[in-house]
């Protein structure tokens, strides 16, 4: 079962011929888009940088990395609504349904026509390529001078 995102966060159907008509045209669309996904996560604080990567067997492939000096921000407010990030660094777990969610969610974005969309992009790309036990997890980092967490995290800093 797919988890509900954080507060209310209003998550886009999983019909599939269902419709999301929402489209986050300008940028003054985008920054309220993200102020909404991130004010609903109490205590929400933006990482330095964070990423997604699918897990296949013990390896990861990485989607876009986002590295401290990224611009894109609206993304990692829109995943951490799915797999529970809040303010420390970590690495996050999330089933294929619940990525898919969040993939699902930041899809209006793309009606932004003068951004390019790395994150939806490569998130879209570790979805289609999944096998049947894939998994996936997110990363984010608070603080570049924060110890690792995992040997996930580790290969995600590598990245960075």
Known sequence: MARKPALGVTMPSRDPDAVNEERWV???????????????????????AYSVARLDDGHLTFGHVNDPHSEHRLPAAVLAAFCGYTNQTGTFPLSTEDFSCA???????????????????????????????????????????????DDHDAAFRSHL
Do not use: M, Y
Not at 31 to 48: H, T
Not at 112 to 133: C, F, I, M, V, Y
């Open 26 to 48: 300008t940028d003054a669309d985008l920054l309220a888009a993200r102020q909404r996904f991130s004010d609903r996560i109490p205590g929400f604080k933006p990482p330095v």
């Open 103 to 149: 993939v699902d969610a930041l899809t209006p974005a793309e009606a932004a026509t003068h951004w390019d969309h790395p994150n939806l992009w490569s998130w879209r790309r570790l979805l289609q390529q999944a096998g049947p036990e894939s998994t996936f997890i997110a990363f984010f980092l608070t603080d570049l001078d924060d110890p690792l967490v």
